[in-house]
């Protein structure tokens, strides 16, 4: 069974400080993950997949196999960085079965 | 260009009734897939449809069906409704059923079961 962890609900940080929103999933084939983001009001939007190794509004992830992570990280975090984030792992089968963890608020402090 | 659409945006219903969500994809994407919300969780799979065959299904009871139509827009159906099922339904489509292929999400149905 594939499984995604956030272990944080909500996380404050202070504009200008760094940001890492963490994610660890659980899957027994080759995993393919990505990051979403839901700004208030918004529809929810990808921000990264792992396989594209691009930096998307100045966030970046890392895919660690060994430690089955895919953390999210900014180095100085924006108000307009305020959102819902949600990590999720897509199966390797022939379909398209996304598994999202429960998401992480990221609240940035002026 | 226009988004993927669903309507209607909200529902109440009661116990024990049917209800039926629309959703239209984005223009050239051939796969659709449903997405339930329940408050303060992630959305959890329901079901995948790409040229109109399922492809996928999520651990939901058989209270739950769907189907893609020729145009490729999807109707999410659900049976003897419970007040468990009050949650977000979201759509998501993608002009493939592949991997590498993101999902482009709806605004998605608020439904509430009274």
């Known amino acids: 069974a594939q499984r995604v962890t956030q272990p944080e609900k909500l996380l404050s940080v202070f504009k200008g400080a760094p940001v890492e929103l963490k994610c660890n999933y659980s899957?027994?084939?080759?995993?393919?993950l990505f990051w979403y983001v839901q700004y208030s009001r918004q529809r929810l939007q990808l921000l990264l997949r792992?396989?594209s190794r691009e930096s998307i509004k100045g966030f970046t992830a890392d895919l660690n196999k060994g430690e089955t992570s895919f953390h999210l990280k900014k180095p100085f975090a924006q108000e307009e960085d305020s959102a819902m984030y949600y990590c999720?792992?897509?199966?390797?089968?022939?379909?398209?079965?996304?598994?999202f963890g429960t998401g992480t608020k990221l609240q940035v402090i002026p | 260009d226009a988004g993927v659409t669903q309507s209607p945006t909200h529902l109440i219903k009661t116990r024990g009734q049917q209800v039926t969500l629309r959703c239209s994809p984005i223009?050239?994407?051939?796969?659709v897939s449903w997405y339930q919300q329940v408050l303060g969780q992630g959305p959890q799979f329901i079901f995948q449809?790409?040229?109109?065959?399922?492809?996928g299904r999520g651990n939901f009871p058989d209270r739950f069906s769907a189907r893609q139509f020729p145009n490729y827009s999807s109707e999410l159906n659900v049976n003897a409704l419970l007040l468990g099922d009050s949650a977000l339904y979201l759509c998501?489509?993608?002009?493939?059923?592949?991997?590498?292929?993101?999902?482009?999400f709806g605004n998605g149905t608020r439904l509430t079961v009274t």
């Open positions: 998501a489509s993608s002009p493939y059923s592949s991997r590498n292929s993101p999902l482009h």
């Open positions: 899957y027994s084939g080759s995993p393919e």
């Open positions: 792992h396989i």
């Open positions: 999720a792992l897509k199966n390797s089968g022939g379909y398209q079965k996304v598994t």
């Open positions: 223009s050239g994407h051939k796969s």
């Open positions: 449809y790409y040229e109109k065959e399922e492809r």
